[in-house]
T-cell receptor, first 114, second 114 residues
Framework: GDSVTQMEGPVTLSEEAFLTINCTYT??????LFWYVQYPGEGLQLLLK?????DKGSNKGFEATYRKETTSFHLEKGSVQVSDSAVYFC?????????????FGKGTLLTVNP | GAGVSQTPSNKVTEKGKYVELRCDPI?????LYWYRQSLGQGPEFLIY????????DSGLPNDRFFAVRPEGSVSTLKIQRTERGDSAVYLC????????????FGPGTRLTVL
């Protein structure tokens, strides 16, 4: 079935460091891929998305590229800030008739220290 | 505008009791979803409503779980004879009519079964 595997945390970085959080997905169909972020005390928010191979999603300095050949959608940011501290979830949309359903990874806790 | 709201934000109950969790979607969103997020895990799909009807309830873990959306807006997730394993954060999301539209998440209800 559909699944998403993402890098386990926690990840602790200093401000302005480079961030990568790895994410791979099962290659069932051609799913849309997402990164969601959950800031402390808040609900899940869509950070970025990509709907087809080689698409690059970007938002707030974060980027992720849909790589069909490696079934990956790694999240990157060149210079993290303290305000980026949050839990990050990689997700895929199911294919075919269940395309309303999101499947999430376990989440990666990122802490950025000043 | 107002986002998805969920009440209560926290619910503590005793094993064997009945609980109801409420979700108010974004006005005009016809699709509504419930997910469950256990500690250290990503959200897992429970049920999807399109309008008043449950289009897919395949994620409900057993027949103690039931959800309704009688007027196509507010939804209630009902759990009978609660068990300690039901402890989790229950998330609600809503989206516009088309399934592939972005899902907007509420802050969740944290359920603790003692």
């Amino acid at each position: 079935g559909d699944s998403v595997t993402q890098m386990e945390g926690p990840v602790t970085l200093s401000e302005e460091a480079f961030l990568t959080i790895n994410c791979t997905y099962t290659a069932t169909g051609y799913p849309s891929l997402f990164w969601y972020v959950q800031y402390p005390g808040e609900g899940l928010q869509l950070l970025l998305k990509a709907t087809k191979a080689d698409d690059k999603g970007s938002n707030k300095g974060f980027e992720a590229t849909y790589r069909k050949e490696t079934t990956s959608f790694h999240l990157e940011k060149g210079s993290v800030q303290v305000s980026d501290s949050a839990v990050y979830f990689c997700a895929r949309r199911s294919s075919g008739g269940s395309n309303y359903k999101l499947t999430f990874g376990k989440g990666t806790l990122l802490t950025v220290n000043p | 505008g107002a986002g998805v709201s969920q009440t209560p934000s926290n619910k503590v109950t005793e094993k064997g009791k009945y609980v109801e969790l409420r979700c108010d979607p974004i006005s005009g969103h016809t699709a509504l979803y419930w997910y469950r997020q256990s500690l250290g895990q990503g959200p897992e799909f429970l049920i999807y409503f399109q309008g008043t009807g449950a289009a897919d309830d395949s994620g409900l873990p057993n027949d103690r779980f039931f959800a309704v959306r009688p007027e196509g807006s507010v939804s209630t997730l009902k759990i009978q004879r609660t068990e300690r394993g039901d402890s989790a954060v229950y998330l609600c999301a809503s989206s516009r009519q088309r399934e592939e539209n972005e899902q907007f998440f509420g802050p969740g209800t944290r359920l603790t079964v003692l």
